[in-house]
């Protein structure tokens, strides 16, 4: 092969010698993602590898060129920069683009095949496939360089039938000295069709599967869409949120430091007022002690003796002199329990504002004496359960628990998004849920695990379970803080249990259709106790 520098400039050699020096050695056409064997020789891949199946019978390997031999199938080198010059010589020929087969007869200027012939091995022009067709009866396929899969590697020729007992395609030696001889055989047309009905078949078969697959990546591409403009307009909202949550704040610090200022400015102004007296009266004592002095200095008895009255008197007695004191106590302060009120009460208004924007209520949960197990101590405050080793002393009440360490809230919930918070204090066993105020009271089912009007999670022995109707469900994650947050949309049927440790962590979520007012209930044993917040 020429030096490649010339081949990069076509302009300066005649483009039948550039032809000559791109063309496959098999073909006689323009390389074709050109590769090369170890001893240099470049080929069309399709071409070479047609080649090497061919061979692969023989058992040996050569190259076409050199007849280099190879004892194993030679790997295949792809060659970048042969195809890069190939596709650049390509584009200054008009029409050798459109097509790399040539009719093998115009041997003078490429003409375009429209056929190939499978017996002769050549691919041929109209003028030539015309007279081709007027002397010969052969094969004819698409324009191909490529005759190695189109013939039988044992017996090369046409592969014409099709043993469906062996899978494979015949020449007519094969049918009839081959190792398939006797076999029912087929034509390759025919054989050719039924395997295409068989494919229509099984392509209508797939063509429901795929358009549910379709549907499905549709709902799932929309579910995506959808997520994404929730989580979007979520961001915006806790923006606004935060936004009005520093107007807020900021005008609470502004009502806590004016309160500040108040109580230091009046505190002030009275004891300026104060000083302001008591200079006046400092200075009246300053002149009345300069004045006592000049008398003490006087040598005149008479004039001593008669002014001794109006000079001389007891410490305070001057009626001259207005008495200050008592307006301002020493001891007086800032009031900040006044300070911290102001505080408080701005920053249970934030909250209130900022639960009232995100549609939750957080409500008052009291436990109902009337309802606790004997073993079950209730605080002061109707706020904390306790599993106590005493009976407590309670009247008979038709609402109380009878069989389980159990106690529910006074108050039902009907209605509306709440949340609240409950602490354990990580002893015994507990259970936290809720139920219906119709839950039985005695007996197997009024646990609030047993029956199908409840709802809980339960605590014990470092595992999380969770119980509805008897059906018990363990979680995987492991209990790591004691505090936990219970939500409750009642419309939407949710009841979701949170660990409120840092990041919170989602627990379980039961959906139900809700028909009773939901009681919050406790559950506490061996010596648990829980705090609803």
């Given at each position: 092969?020429?030096?490649?520098?010339?081949?990069?400039?076509?302009?300066?050699?005649?483009?039948?010698?550039?032809?000559?020096?791109?063309?496959?050695?098999?073909?006689?056409?323009?390389?074709?993602?050109?590769?090369?064997?170890?001893?240099?020789?470049?080929?069309?891949?399709?071409?070479?590898?047609?080649?090497?199946?061919?061979?692969?019978?023989?058992?040996?390997?050569?190259?076409?060129?050199?007849?280099?031999?190879?004892?194993?199938?030679?790997?295949?080198?792809?060659?970048?920069?042969?195809?890069?010059?190939?596709?650049?010589?390509?584009?200054?020929?008009?029409?050798?683009?459109?097509?790399?087969?040539?009719?093998?007869?115009?041997?003078?200027?490429?003409?375009?095949?429209?056929?190939?012939?499978?017996?002769?091995?050549?691919?041929?022009?109209?003028?030539?496939?015309?007279?081709?067709?007027?002397?010969?009866?052969?094969?004819?396929?698409?324009?191909?360089?490529?005759?190695?899969?189109?013939?039988?590697?044992?017996?090369?020729?046409?592969?014409?039938?099709?043993?469906?007992?062996?899978?494979?395609?015949?020449?007519?030696?094969?049918?009839?000295?081959?190792?398939?001889?006797?076999?029912?055989?087929?034509?390759?047309?025919?054989?050719?069709e039924k395997e295409k009905k068989k494919l229509r078949k099984y392509l209508d078969e797939l063509n429901p599967q795929k358009a549910e697959l379709q549907t499905r990546v549709q709902n799932l591409q929309d579910h995506k869409r959808k997520i994404q403009e929730k989580a979007s307009d979520k961001r915006k909202n806790i923006s606004?949120?935060?936004?009005?949550?520093?107007?807020?704040?900021?005008?609470?610090?502004?009502?806590?430091?004016?309160?500040?200022?108040?109580?230091?400015?009046?505190?002030?102004?009275?004891?300026?007022?104060?000083?302001?007296?008591?200079?006046?009266?400092?200075?009246?004592?300053?002149?009345?002690?300069?004045?006592?002095?000049?008398?003490?200095?006087?040598?005149?008895?008479?004039?001593?003796?008669?002014?001794?009255?109006?000079?001389?008197?007891?410490?305070?007695?001057?009626?001259?002199?207005?008495?200050?004191?008592?307006?301002?106590?020493?001891?007086?302060?800032?009031?900040?329990?006044?300070?911290?009120?102001?505080?408080?009460?701005?920053?249970?208004?934030?909250?209130?504002?900022?639960?009232?924007?995100?549609?939750?209520?957080?409500?008052?949960?009291?436990?109902?004496?009337?309802?606790?197990?004997?073993?079950?101590?209730?605080?002061?405050?109707?706020?904390?359960?306790?599993?106590?080793?005493?009976?407590?002393?309670?009247?008979?009440?038709?609402?109380?628990?009878?069989?389980?360490?159990?106690?529910?809230?006074?108050?039902?919930?009907?209605?509306?998004?709440?949340?609240?918070?409950?602490?354990?204090?990580?002893?015994?066993?507990?259970?936290?849920?809720?139920?219906?105020?119709?839950?039985?009271?005695?007996?197997?089912?009024?646990?609030?695990?047993?029956?199908?009007?409840?709802?809980?999670?339960?605590?014990?022995?470092?595992?999380?379970?969770?119980?509805?109707?008897?059906?018990?469900?363990?979680?995987?994650?492991?209990?790591?803080?004691?505090?936990?947050?219970?939500?409750?949309?009642?419309?939407?049927?949710?009841?979701?249990?949170?660990?409120?440790?840092?990041?919170?962590?989602?627990?379980?979520?039961?959906?139900?259709?809700?028909?009773?007012?939901?009681?919050?209930?406790?559950?506490?044993?061996?010596?648990?106790?829980?705090?609803?917040?």
């Amino acid at each position: 092969m020429k030096s490649l520098q010339f081949l990069l400039f076509p302009t300066t050699m005649a483009s039948a010698e550039l032809r000559d020096e791109l063309n496959c050695s098999i073909c006689l056409s323009l390389y074709t993602d050109p590769v090369s064997l170890r001893c240099g020789h470049n080929f069309c891949r399709s071409c070479i590898v047609s080649v090497l199946d061919s061979q692969e019978a023989a058992g040996g390997y050569s190259c076409p060129d050199c007849r280099a031999e190879y004892p194993e199938r030679p790997a295949l080198e792809k060659k970048r920069k042969l195809e890069n010059i190939v596709e650049r010589f390509s584009s200054t020929q008009p029409g050798v683009e459109e097509t790399r087969i040539f009719c093998t007869y115009c041997t003078k200027s490429p003409v375009p095949a429209v056929r190939t012939c499978l017996q002769c091995e050549s691919s041929l022009c109209d003028d030539h496939l015309t007279a081709h067709n007027n002397i010969m009866d052969h094969i004819l396929i698409d324009p191909t360089r490529s005759f190695g899969n189109k013939k039988c590697s044992l017996h090369k020729k046409v592969l014409e039938y099709y043993c469906p007992q062996d899978a494979a395609c015949l020449c007519v030696s094969c049918c009839l000295v081959g190792e398939h001889r006797g076999h029912r055989v087929e034509l390759l047309d025919e054989a050719s069709e039924k395997e295409k009905k068989k494919l229509r078949k099984y392509l209508d078969e797939l063509n429901p599967q795929k358009a549910e697959l379709q549907t499905r990546v549709q709902n799932l591409q929309d579910h995506k869409r959808k997520i994404q403009e929730k989580a979007s307009d979520k961001r915006k909202n806790i923006s606004k949120i935060f936004m009005d949550i520093k107007e807020q704040l900021e005008m609470a610090e502004k009502k806590a430091l004016s309160e500040v200022s108040r109580q230091e400015e009046k505190i002030v102004s009275q004891i300026s007022d104060l000083i302001k007296k008591l200079e006046i009266q400092e200075d009246e004592l300053s002149r009345k002690m300069r004045h006592v002095e000049e008398m003490c200095r006087v040598t005149d008895p008479i004039r001593i003796l008669q002014e001794s009255d109006i000079t001389v008197s007891s410490p305070g007695g001057d009626g001259d002199t207005e008495e200050v004191g008592g307006e301002v106590s020493s001891e007086e302060d800032l009031d900040e329990v006044l300070i911290s009120l102001t505080l408080h009460r701005s920053m249970r208004d934030i909250v209130t504002n900022v639960t009232s924007e995100l549609g939750v209520h957080v409500p008052d949960i009291l436990m109902d004496l009337d309802t606790a197990h004997r073993y079950v101590k209730i605080s002061e405050d109707l706020k904390t359960a306790t599993s106590s080793e005493e009976k407590q002393v309670r009247p008979e009440s038709p609402g109380r628990f009878l069989n389980y360490a159990q106690v529910l809230s006074r108050c039902g919930l009907s209605s509306g998004r709440h949340y609240w918070e409950v602490e354990w204090n990580q002893i015994g066993r507990c259970m936290i849920g809720l139920s219906y105020p119709s839950i039985e009271k005695k007996g197997g089912p009024s646990c609030i695990a047993y029956n199908d009007k409840s709802w809980c999670l339960d605590i014990n022995n470092g595992e999380y379970k969770v119980w509805h109707n008897s059906n018990i469900l363990p979680l995987s994650v492991k209990p790591t803080c004691p505090t936990l947050g219970v939500f409750l949309d009642y419309e939407a049927g949710r009841l979701s249990f949170y660990e409120l440790c840092d990041p919170i962590r989602h627990l379980h979520t039961f959906t139900a259709s809700f028909t009773e007012p939901l009681h919050v209930t406790i559950y506490v044993y061996y010596g648990a106790s829980v705090i609803i917040s």
